[in-house]
């Protein structure tokens, strides 16, 4: 089961960094982990550092991913990202704006993508 | 889309408007956040209202939602933004169609869509007076308390759903009339209380001291052994109490809508209230207050009778709270969040053992207490307090044959009849204080003394004599004179004669 969990977590990571290359987005790093969690996503657009949360899920009928990404996980993104930007001085040093962005993506049946969502600076 | 919406809370007894201002964004990651001091009831609202709306058959909108409660400095608490708050939403999204006219909405959302019975629907009846707003949207359960108030609309809504229908012109809500005849109201006749006066035998004295404590509103001091029967004849005074008048029932129907204790589906209050306070409730619990101050018992028994068993077993603190509003009538709370005045005009009838083990002056059975227990026993009475009560009496244990006696006694009186003779005097001291906000003889201010109290020569003689003898402090001498007043309206006299102040003197002066 938790196996399944990763293999659905990196199928919905993929589609976020499809879309994210698509609009135009620099992928800096995928999966970076600290002690604190997990940033899914580190991307670059217009000189700002955007730390991705993604939340993919296979179907609707058990909620929203919206409703997914709580007050406890946006914390928990923060202090994830900030960790990032202790430990890479020379990337934090480039930038002087950051901000968390979340992407849910739902998915049909067949493994296409039913509806993708990017929220901007949600924190 | 930004809506606003009116609803208002209270401070106390004072309403306060409050303006739900809800928005429902385009853009943004969807939430659901509550600004403007709410407190945990307020917080919780989200996931009631999100619930009703959903089992109102409306998709809940995935969307970011930011609701503002203004003035954003006054604490709010309480279930009743429920409504307005789903109201905005729907508003917001454009699903109902908002007023014309300025309205009021109020009220506890159930998960099922439906609209609880909440409290303080009167005191929004009287805001939407003061504040000139025509119509208003209550729990059809609370709606009642508002119909009391002439001059408003009073919607009383069932559920989620139907609100929906009525503001978008589907199918109307029927407003409630404004009932004039609430006042009528179902006073019933035998009131349901645990004893009758007639059930008490012996203790004819006493059964007269409580008839003119009740007759003029005045504070009673029930002292005697265990097992002679205080508790239950102030028990049965509850069934002595005449009913409400017009004015006194809106005072109290304001206290006990704020306080929530209204049943659901009844309006006006009509029966006197009786509230008896256990010894080990607190002093906020007997006075009133809190961060945002609700009404203690002396105000829940405003205009009604609040008893105080084992008087001496309450805390002194506790007691000594008692002295002001017993002598103004009102209490002042003040807390950070501001200052509140709630009514206090209540008659207090306290009972009390003499000693620790209760058989001090007893005929039968012997005190066995040291002078130095009875003492600090009596001290926990101050004279400040003491000073207040206008009728002391004893209640000595009743002769055991006469309670056996199988041959009854005719000439009881039942306390339908009492009710009748304490109702009739109240009737006389209405006529005779029309107008000046107060209702009974006890409350009357000195000025009132002078004006309305016709005293014979003879009686004021007695009276100089007794003040001089018994070294009266000047309350004591204004308040000998209110009991002589009432026992003077007990015996429809126009004046107060003699022997009606020396009736009055005999429950004053207590044997040492």
């Known amino acids: 089961m938790k ?3 990763r293999l659905k977590g990196n199928q919905g990571e993929e589609m976020a960094e499809n879309y994210l290359r698509k609009r135009g987005y620099e992928i800096i790093v995928m999966n970076h982990q600290t002690r604190f969690g997990e940033v899914d996503i580190v991307a670059l657009k217009n000189g700002t550092l955007v730390f991705v949360e993604v939340k993919f899920k296979q179907t ?3 909620g929203t991913p919206e409703e997914m990404i709580g007050k406890n996980k946006l914390n928990q993104v923060r202090r994830t990202a900030e960790m990032y930007l202790l430990t890479n001085p020379d990337i934090a040093k480039k930038f002087d704006r950051y901000q968390i962005d979340a992407i849910c993506i739902v998915g049909n049946e067949d493994n296409s993508i039913k509806r993708i969502s990017h929220y901007e600076n949600i924190y | 889309m930004l809506t606003k919406i009116l609803s208002a809370s209270h401070f106390g007894l004072e309403p306060n408007l409050i303006e739900v201002e809800v928005n429902v964004f385009k853009k943004g990651f969807p939430g659901f956040s509550i600004i403007g001091l709410p407190n945990k009831s307020i917080e919780e609202a989200k996931e009631r209202v999100k619930t009703a709306i959903l089992n109102s058959d409306i998709d809940f909108p995935n969307q970011k939602i930011v609701v503002n409660l203004a003035p954003a400095d006054i ?8 409504l307005p708050i789903a109201i905005g939403i729907l508003a917001s999204m454009e699903l109902v169609k908002m007023p014309d006219e300025k309205s009021f909405f109020y009220g506890e959302l159930s998960l099922d869509g439906g609209l609880r019975h909440t409290k303080g629907v009167f005191l929004l009846g009287l805001a939407a007076k003061q504040k000139g707003i025509k119509s208003v949207f209550v729990p059809s359960g609370s709606a009642n308390e508002a119909s009391v108030l002439s001059g408003i609309d009073v919607y009383p809504v069932k559920s989620l759903s139907e609100l929906i229908t009525h503001l978008n012109g589907i199918k109307k809500i029927e407003k409630l009339s404004h009932s004039a005849d609430s006042f009528e109201g179902p006073r019933s006749e035998d009131l349901n209380v645990e004893f009758d006066f007639a059930e008490i035998i012996g203790q004819e004295s006493a059964k007269r001291a409580m008839t003119i404590a009740m007759a003029g509103g005045h504070n009673i001091f029930m002292m005697g052994s265990p097992g002679s029967g205080k508790t239950m004849l102030a028990r049965a005074s509850a069934g002595i109490l005449p009913p409400l008048t017009d004015d006194e029932s809106l005072e109290v129907t304001k206290i006990y809508s704020v306080s929530g204790l209204i049943p659901a589906g009844e309006g006006l209050i009509h029966e006197r209230p009786f509230r008896s306070a256990h010894h080990t409730t607190s002093r906020i619990g007997l006075i009133g207050g809190g961060t945002n101050p609700h009404p203690g018992e002396i105000s829940l028994s405003h205009n009604g009778v609040l008893f105080l068993d084992e008087l001496p077993e309450f805390s002194r603190g506790t007691l000594e709270a ?7 009538g009102v209490v002042n709370i003040t807390r950070i969040a501001g200052s509140v005045e709630f009514p206090a005009k209540f008659m207090l009838i306290a009972a009390a053992n003499p000693c620790p083990c209760g058989y001090l002056g007893d005929p039968k059975k012997e005190c066995k207490c040291t002078p130095r227990m009875i003492m600090k026993y009596q001290s926990k009475l101050s004279g400040p307090l003491m000073d ?3 009728i002391h009496i004893n209640v000595p244990a009743v002769d055991i044959n006469k309670l056996m006696s199988t041959n009854s006694k005719p000439q009881i009186l039942n306390s339908k009849a009492v009710r009748e003779q304490v ?7 209405e006529k005779r204080f029309k107008g000046l906000n107060v209702y009974v003889n006890a409350n009357m201010k000195n000025k009132h003394i002078k004006e309305f109290c016709n005293i014979t020569k003879e009686a004021s003689v007695l009276l100089k004599q007794a003040v001089n003898s018994y070294n009266l402090s000047a309350r004591t001498y204004f308040r000998i004179i209110k009991v002589s007043q009432t026992i003077a309206d007990l015996s429809e006299s126009k004046t107060i ?9 005999q429950y004053r002066v207590r044997n040492e």
């Open chain 1, 3 to 5: 196996q399944f969990n």
């Open chain 2, 497 to 505: 004669e003699h022997n009606h102040v020396a009736e009055a003197l």
């Open chain 2, 388 to 390: 207040r009560i206008d």
């Open chain 2, 423 to 429: 109702s009739k005097s109240r009737k006389i001291q």
């Open chain 1, 60 to 62: 609707e009928q058990f």
């Open chain 2, 75 to 82: 604490p709010k608490e309480g279930s009743l933004y429920d």
């Open chain 2, 322 to 328: 008692l002295r002001q509003p017993l002598e103004d």
